[in-house]
């Protein structure tokens, strides 16, 4: 309409004036067929007043014009609506309404929960800020190699952090303590220095001896006074060990013998003997260590070796990390503050939390965690470390349940200025300091071992909420469950461990993580040879399903052959591949329970198997697409996991961690030309019956190519399947082989 001027509107009168209404609709509809071919036609307001006349559109069919026309004018300007049923026939006047719409009912979304200490049940997780998430971890005290009781906690902590951030998209800020201020550091840090300046003044084998015997008088009576049956039995062997080692000697000594025989006896002595030595050394020249860098030499270096180890298990690390010889202003502040709110008290120049002054004020409990371990001397004295539970360090305390915040160091420890005179950081107040300067009053999750529960985390909950005034430090506390050695108790002063580079030596970081991912992380692990074996078969099992869908895409084909049409097959495998996802949603949702997800994952699998293997059957390819789709998405989840370290586009990567070159980009299309070359020469070979081509075609399969990684698969009817796999897993395989094949009652190579 717009555009259109009244000069060019026709006169309507005469045709308004006819009465017949069939009539006059018949005359409007030759006008409009006279204008319809002018360029740019358009209504103009006469127009549309003619059409307003007219009670509805002709019936007559060839009154096209008229029709068109009052469709248009009456979506413009609308017209009655019909009345009755939303999808009813509409009325005979005005256009046609769209029906009423409903959204579906749809389903409960599922909602992440997690085990949280605190309440010891699963709680709906809810961070204080939107999808941001404060985390704080405890981290090692590095004094010694890193062994799997660390590996278990710090790789758990990993699949969750990565499962929070990856799959459930929060937005995650983790922080992670090194304890290099600490009892143990400190007595082992002496033991070294004395022990190695022992040796370097080469002492006689008569003045070892001597030395070694006064050495065992007071670790006779610590052993008589060991009551824990583990501890006695590793005291016990040592002691074994010593004077099994000493007996030669003495007999060296009482012949007389000299030079390299002697020099041996003496070696072998001062190796059985370091730490009945090392611990004899440290009580009597202990305090006259005074150079505070052999204090920090020692955990300098295995807080290096514990990186590496970490970066080993492809532990993520983390986004701030804390070291306790940082921030003793900090914590100098924060046990002030405790003073100032008046839960702390100084005694002898040590700092003491008043646990019955806290546990008495309004809106504070102490021990929540653990309250039936609250007065558990036991556990507090090894809290606060074997060089401050002294009869003297017990006596400033007004409650046996006092713990320290600061402590006055004797002669032969590290100390700072502070006012209380020089001393150090107690353990449990580092982490409360570090934790609180960077994450404030209020952190969202806080992790650890299953053993810090009580005293550590407990007290750590009041000396921070003793210093915040509040009763939320931490909202969801998570504990990962023991690691125990074959069934045994893993423990580093029982000496009864494995380092994680020892466990790397076995089985490669994939296969350790796959271990922990079939277990719960809250739960206790048993690593022994049954769990690793359980993981290396799930390896298998997923590798051998990468490999063929690999070897399905690799097969040539046109662009528009990927899409293929989905039988009932297809929609069955499909609907069970979207079940499986809903079902890993579900369990990841329920405290992270990745052994419920790789279950279902390995179901997907075996789903997909049995598809391949009825098409193969069948002599039809299986479906390229859906067959991708799901090793994509097994692809996705395992990356989430942290079990896929390198950017492989689909499965488990090829070739070496951190090699930039994709091995099997690189040499696939070679081995493939070399497939069918073979295949060729084979079907040559058999139509001429030349056995020796086709005993050198089966060489080359079972005995050249498995050396370099390589397996072929010959199936009969179907192109040869070629697979890069671990070149030791393929000569296991061969050994194997040959073992089933050998008939009883022979030995290899035997006729």
Same mark, same amino acid.
């Given at each position: 309409?717009?555009?259109?001027?009244?000069?060019?509107?026709?006169?309507?009168?005469?045709?308004?004036?006819?009465?017949?209404? =069939?009539?006059?609709?018949?005359?409007?509809?030759?006008?409009?067929?006279?204008?319809?071919? +002018?360029?740019?036609?358009?209504?103009?307001?006469?127009?549309?007043?003619?059409?307003?006349?007219?009670?509805?559109?002709?019936?007559?069919?060839?009154?096209?014009?008229?029709?068109?026309?009052?469709?248009?004018?009456?979506?413009?300007?609308?017209?009655?609506?019909?009345?009755?049923?939303?999808?009813?026939?509409?009325?005979?006047?005005?256009?046609?309404?769209?029906?009423? /719409?409903?959204?579906?009912?749809?389903?409960?979304?599922?909602?992440?929960?997690?085990?949280?200490?605190?309440?010891?049940?699963?709680?709906?997780?809810?961070?204080?800020?939107?999808?941001?998430?404060? /985390?704080?971890?405890?981290?090692?005290?590095?004094?010694?190699?890193?062994?799997?009781?660390?590996?278990?906690?710090?790789?758990?902590?990993?699949?969750?952090?990565?499962?929070?951030?990856?799959?459930?998209?929060?937005? %995650?800020?983790?922080?992670?303590?090194?304890?290099?201020? @600490?009892?143990?550091?400190?007595?082992?840090?002496?033991?070294?220095?004395?022990?190695?300046?022992?040796?370097?003044?080469?002492?006689?084998?008569?003045?070892?001896?001597?030395?070694?015997?006064?050495?065992?008088?007071?670790?006779?009576?610590?052993?008589?006074?060991?009551?824990?049956?583990?501890?006695?039995?590793?005291?016990?062997?040592?002691?074994?060990?010593?004077?099994?080692?000493?007996?030669?000697?003495?007999?060296?000594?009482?012949?007389?013998? %000299?030079?390299?025989?002697?020099?041996?006896?003496?070696?072998?002595?001062?190796?059985?003997?370091?730490?009945?030595?090392?611990?004899?050394?440290?009580?009597?020249?202990?305090?006259? %260590?005074?150079?505070?860098?052999?204090?920090?030499?020692?955990?300098?270096?295995?807080?290096?070796?514990?990186?590496?180890?970490?970066?080993?298990?492809?532990?993520?690390?983390?986004?701030?990390?804390?070291?306790?010889?940082?921030?003793?202003?900090?914590?100098?502040?924060?046990?002030?503050?405790?003073?100032?709110?008046?839960?702390?008290?100084?005694?002898?120049?040590?700092?003491?939390?008043?646990?019955?002054?806290?546990?008495?004020?309004?809106?504070?409990?102490?021990?929540?965690?653990?309250?039936?371990?609250?007065?558990?001397?036991?556990?507090?004295?090894?809290?606060?470390?074997?060089?401050?539970?002294?009869?003297?360090?017990?006596?400033?305390?007004?409650?046996?349940?006092?713990?320290?915040?600061?402590?006055?160091?004797?002669?032969?420890?590290?100390? /700072?200025?502070?006012?209380?005179?020089?001393?150090?950081?107690? /353990?449990?107040?580092?982490?409360?300091?570090?934790?609180?300067?960077?994450?404030? =009053?209020?952190?969202?999750?806080?992790?650890?071992?299953? @053993?810090?529960?009580?005293?550590?985390?407990?007290?750590?909950? =009041?000396?921070?909420?003793?210093?915040?005034?509040?009763?939320?430090?931490?909202?969801?506390?998570?504990?990962?469950?023991?690691?125990?050695?074959?069934?045994?108790?893993?423990?580093?002063?029982?000496?009864?461990?494995?380092?994680?580079?020892?466990?790397?030596?076995?089985?490669?970081?994939?296969?350790?993580?796959?271990?922990?991912?079939?277990?719960?992380?809250?739960?206790?692990?048993?690593?022994?040879?049954?769990?690793?074996?359980?993981?290396?078969?799930?390896?298998?099992?997923?590798?051998?399903?990468?490999?063929?869908?690999?070897?399905?895409?690799?097969?040539?084909?046109?662009?528009?052959?990927?899409?293929?049409?989905?039988?009932?097959?297809?929609?069955?495998?499909?609907?069970?591949?979207?079940?499986?996802?809903?079902? +890993?949603?579900?369990?990841?949702?329920?405290?992270?329970?990745?052994?419920?997800?790789?279950?279902?994952?390995?179901?997907?699998?075996?789903?997909?198997?049995?598809?391949?293997?009825?098409?193969?059957?069948?002599?039809?390819?299986?479906?390229?697409?859906?067959?991708?789709?799901?090793?994509?998405?097994?692809?996705?989840?395992?990356?989430?996991?942290?079990?896929?370290?390198?950017?492989?586009?689909?499965?488990?990567?090829?070739?070496?961690?951190?090699?930039?070159?994709?091995?099997?980009?690189?040499?696939?299309?070679?081995?493939?030309?070399?497939?069918?070359?073979?295949?060729?020469?084979?079907?040559?070979?058999?139509?001429?019956?030349?056995?020796?081509?086709?005993?050198?075609?089966?060489?080359?399969?079972?005995?050249?190519?498995?050396?370099?990684?390589?397996?072929?698969?010959?199936?009969?009817?179907?192109?040869? +399947?070629?697979?890069?796999?671990?070149?030791?897993?393929?000569?296991?395989?061969?050994?194997?082989?040959?073992?089933?094949?050998?008939?009883?009652?022979?030995?290899?190579?035997?006729?």
């Amino acid at each position: 309409m717009a555009g259109s001027t009244e000069d060019q509107a026709p006169d309507y009168r005469s045709i308004l004036s006819i009465s017949d209404e =069939a009539a006059r609709v018949r005359a409007l509809d030759q006008h409009l067929s006279t204008r319809s071919y +002018v360029q740019g036609f358009s209504l103009s307001q006469a127009d549309v007043d003619a059409f307003r006349q007219l009670s509805g559109p002709p019936a007559d069919a060839q009154l096209f014009h008229v029709a068109r026309w009052f469709r248009h004018v009456d979506a413009i300007l609308g017209g009655p609506q019909a009345t009755g049923p939303p999808c009813g026939p509409p009325a005979s006047r005005g256009r046609r309404a769209q029906p009423q /719409w409903a959204p579906p009912a749809g389903s409960e979304p599922c909602q992440l929960r997690l085990y949280n200490s605190l309440t010891r049940s699963k709680d709906v997780f809810v961070p204080q800020d939107g999808k941001r998430v404060t /985390w704080y971890c405890c981290g090692p005290t590095v004094y010694d190699a890193s062994h799997m009781g660390h590996a278990r906690s710090y790789v758990s902590f990993d699949i969750l952090r990565r499962v929070l951030r990856d799959y459930f998209r929060f937005d %995650v800020f983790y922080c992670m303590n090194i304890t290099d201020v @600490d009892d143990k550091i400190i007595r082992r840090a002496r033991q070294n220095y004395l022990f190695e300046r022992y040796r370097e003044k080469q002492p006689s084998a008569a003045q070892l001896l001597e030395d070694v015997h006064a050495a065992l008088q007071p670790f006779a009576a610590k052993l008589k006074e060991t009551t824990d049956p583990d501890k006695k039995q590793m005291l016990e062997r040592l002691e074994r060990a010593v004077t099994r080692a000493a007996e030669p000697l003495e007999e060296a000594v009482r012949a007389s013998l %000299v030079g390299e025989e002697l020099d041996g006896r003496v070696q072998v002595l001062l190796a059985e003997a370091k730490d009945l030595l090392s611990d004899w050394l440290d009580s009597t020249h202990g305090s006259e %260590v005074t150079d505070n860098s052999i204090f920090s030499q020692l955990p300098k270096f295995w807080e290096a070796e514990f990186h590496k180890d970490m970066e080993a298990l492809n532990v993520l690390p983390p986004d701030v990390l804390t070291r306790v010889s940082e921030y003793v202003p900090e914590i100098v502040d924060f046990v002030q503050k405790i003073m100032d709110n008046g839960y702390g008290y100084a005694s002898n120049g040590s700092v003491y939390f008043d646990t019955v002054k806290f546990a008495n004020s309004e809106g504070h409990c102490y021990g929540k965690l653990v309250p039936e371990a609250v007065g558990d001397q036991r556990a507090l004295q090894e809290g606060e470390g074997d060089l401050s539970i002294s009869a003297e360090r017990l006596s400033e305390k007004r409650s046996p349940n006092d713990f320290a915040l600061w402590k006055a160091s004797k002669p032969g420890e590290p100390s /700072w200025p502070c006012p209380w005179g020089r001393g150090r950081p107690g /353990w449990h107040i580092e982490c409360s300091a570090m934790a609180g300067t960077l994450l404030g =009053a209020s952190m969202d999750i806080h992790g650890g071992g299953f @053993d810090l529960r009580f005293p550590h985390h407990d007290n750590e909950l =009041a000396q921070s909420e003793a210093y915040f005034e509040n009763d939320c430090w931490v909202r969801y506390f998570l504990h990962t469950g023991h690691l125990t050695i074959a069934g045994c108790k893993m423990s580093k002063s029982l000496k009864n461990f494995i380092t994680i580079k020892d466990a790397l030596k076995k089985h490669s970081a994939r296969q350790l993580r796959l271990a922990f991912l079939m277990h719960a992380w809250k739960d206790t692990l048993d690593y022994s040879s049954n769990t690793m074996e359980s993981a290396l078969q799930y390896e298998r099992f997923l590798n051998e399903f990468f490999l063929n869908v690999k070897d399905l895409l690799r097969a040539p084909g046109d662009v528009t052959g990927q899409f293929e049409k989905w039988e009932r097959e297809e929609t069955e495998l499909n609907k069970c591949f979207y079940d499986k996802k809903a079902a +890993v949603h579900e369990a990841l949702c329920d405290n992270v329970d990745t052994r419920t997800a790789l279950e279902e994952m390995r179901a997907l699998v075996s789903q997909c198997n049995l598809y391949t293997a009825a098409r193969k059957a069948a002599r039809r390819r299986p479906n390229r697409a859906l067959l991708a789709s799901v090793a994509n998405y097994l692809t996705h989840m395992l990356k989430i996991f942290g079990a896929i370290e390198e950017e492989s586009p689909l499965g488990f990567p090829v070739g070496a961690p951190g090699t930039s070159l994709s091995l099997e980009s690189t040499v696939m299309p070679y081995l493939q030309v070399l497939s069918e070359f073979r295949e060729g020469v084979r079907s040559i070979a058999r139509e001429r019956r030349v056995p020796e081509v086709l005993q050198l075609s089966d060489a080359l399969r079972d005995d050249i190519l498995p050396e370099l990684g390589v397996r072929l698969e010959d199936h009969e009817g179907l192109p040869t +399947v070629v697979k890069l796999v671990d070149r030791d897993t393929l000569l296991r395989e061969r050994e194997e082989k040959k073992r089933v094949s050998q008939p009883e009652g022979t030995w290899p190579g035997v006729c």
